[in-house]
């Protein structure tokens, strides 16, 4: 198992188009919310790191989060197509370590993805901002960030787009996510209710920092997001195991 | 004849109502053994039962003694398997796809890697990314890994389709220095050249039926004195010929064609005989002609 979620995580991180996904996000995001004199003018609380920090996670992530998707659903249709799958039945591995470590693999790298993208914003932010911030006012977010977003998303992103275009068609997996992904784009709601179905801007990221005029956190709709976003991706990820053909028989 | 893989009455029955293998039963000893047939009849089915792959619907396939579907763990300890049309994973690098397999089969060893490597010469090339070898590089790492470990058997689903003259020569040698010291290489494939160069005994599969199991030297005696060539003036001749006799092949010259006919009861007096090849063999046991 660990060698599959080894070589899993290493052949997508030696992809050049990860790398171009990455670039592309942080571009988009420093141009929204690099700490120049018209964004700090257009965005009231911008001079604050957990805004900025929030900000990153709950927008400017959903472009990352959109393309490492792309490229995380053809891990599995990869292996039958190019002959690997009968290849690797072949073998002594079993069909769990075989779903796990690509289920690991693909979450390790949405995960390294997504920590990258968020210290190198805040990074650049850090050091051009310009008024005074402390180390310990960036630290404190990102540590809260890491844990109510970047965990469940990239748990959420990672698993189905691996499992589920195990046992569906690629092109029907690719319109379901696009209208997904495209309605968290488009989605404009109140500070009041966020659905717990939004992937980067539900109510989990208000864990991070919350508007000085709507500073009230539901619990319970936090507790919805979380719920939907990790077990969306472990029911997704339980899908593969079950699937009774996908593997030789054990 | 010591035993490495007996096939006994293997159906393997799709649930699309597709039998791919009918009743299928032959046995391998050590050596290189050839499986001949054409696309689709069922040799890639026949290999998956072998590996593993592929569960039959009846019958038993014995690796070594061992029950492909009930001892699972002890066969695939034991082969190495080298898919058709391998495309691997091209942005890892020669060494790292190698590695990769062998860490599946519990061999954590770099050197094993490096060695494996050596023998198909492609150490040089060790570094570069798969996506970036020629087909034939590419086959070269496909049997790599499946090496790495000695397996007893190995399975090489039509390893020489596609590749150039020099790089068959180079893979025949590489299978035939593998089958000595007892262990057994199974040779799928629709090229009868490699069989010829490499396979004393060899089986013919048909639409899914077992055709012929045996040496090669048998299969030749079966056409032995009846291959002859007869000269055609055009066309409608060798219609009026396919009618009376099979045909193996037939080459187009600048005066009308020659065709190279299957004289079974010394019909053909005109004809002139010729040295049967195990290619006549096959296109016969075939029932069909193939022109050039």
């Not at chain 1, 188009?17 to 911008?46: I, K, M, Q």
């Not at chain 1, 936090?222 to 997704?236: D, H, M, P, W, Y």
């Not at chain 2, 220095?177 to 060899?202: K, M, N, P, W």
């Not at chain 2, 048909?206 to 291959?227: I, M, N, P, Q, W």
């Amino acid at each position: 198992m660990f060698s599959v979620l080894h070589y899993e995580y290493k052949m997508q991180f030696k992809r050049l188009v990860t790398w171009g996904v990455l670039l592309v996000a942080t571009a988009l995001s420093l141009l929204d919310n690099f700490p120049s004199a018209g964004n700090l003018a257009r965005l009231e609380f911008l001079n604050e790191p957990a805004y900025f920090v929030y900000r990153i996670v709950s927008l400017d992530s959903l472009v990352l989060l959109f393309g490492l998707m792309f490229l995380l659903a053809g891990r599995i249709p990869i292996d039958t197509k190019t002959g690997m799958k009968s290849l690797l039945m072949s073998s002594a591995l079993r069909k769990w370590q075989y779903v796990l470590g690509k289920l690991l693999g693909g979450f390790l790298y949405v995960f390294s993805m997504q920590c990258i993208f968020l210290l190198l914003n805040t990074m650049i932010y850090f050091i051009a901002a310009p008024f005074e911030i402390s180390l310990i006012e960036c630290i404190v977010p990102l540590i809260k960030a890491i844990f109510v977003s970047l965990v469940p998303t990239s748990l959420f992103v990672s698993f189905c787009s691996i499992a589920l275009p195990g046992m569906i068609d690629i092109r029907l997996f690719y319109i379901l996510a696009a209208i997904l992904f495209g309605f968290n784009a488009t989605y404009v709601g109140s500070a009041e209710a966020m659905p717990f179905y939004l992937i980067t801007s539900g109510d989990l990221v208000r864990l991070i920092w919350v508007h000085p005029r709507w500073p009230f956190v539901d619990m319970g709709s936090v507790i919805a997001n979380g719920f939907f976003l990790v077990g969306s991706g472990l029911v997704c990820g339980s899908l593969l195991f079950l699937k009774h053909k996908f593997w030789r028989s054990e | 004849m010591n035993t490495n893989i007996e096939i006994s009455h293997i159906t393997k029955k799709y649930k699309n109502g597709v039998t791919a293998l009918d009743d299928v039963s032959f046995r391998v000893g050590s050596g290189v053994f050839g499986l001949l047939g054409h696309n689709g009849a069922g040799k890639t089915t026949l290999m998956k039962a072998l590996v593993t792959v592929l569960t039959p619907s009846a019958g038993i396939i014995r690796i070594c003694g061992f029950d492909t579907v009930k001892q699972g763990n002890e066969v695939r300890a034991r082969i190495g398997y080298l898919p058709q049309e391998l495309a691997m994973y091209p942005s890892l690098s020669v060494f790292d796809f190698v590695n990769y397999m062998a860490e599946l089969k519990g061999i954590h060893n770099k050197k094993a890697v490096s060695n494996v490597l050596e023998q198909v010469e492609m150490l040089e090339f060790s570094k570069r990314k798969i996506g970036q070898l020629s087909g034939g590089m590419k086959r070269r790492v496909g049997i790599a890994q499946a090496l790495i470990g000695n397996p007893q058997i190995l399975v090489v689903d039509e390893p020489t389709a596609g590749l150039d003259p020099e790089e068959r020569v180079r893979f025949r040698g590489l299978l035939s220095r593998y089958a000595r010291e007892g262990r057994t290489v199974l040779l799928s494939t629709h090229i009868v050249e490699d069989i010829h160069q490499l396979c004393e005994e060899l089986a013919v599969l048909r639409k899914g039926h077992l055709f012929y199991a045996g040496t090669s030297a048998a299969l030749l005696e079966r056409v032995k004195d009846k291959v002859k060539i007869l000269h055609l003036e055009n066309e409608n001749q060798l219609i009026e010929l396919q009618k009376k006799s099979v045909v193996l092949s037939t080459t187009y010259e600048s005066q009308g064609l020659t065709a190279r006919i299957m004289d079974e009861s010394g019909l053909f007096l005109q004809a002139t005989p010729v040295t049967a090849t195990l290619e006549d063999a096959y296109v016969y046991c075939m029932g069909g002609k193939a022109h050039a």
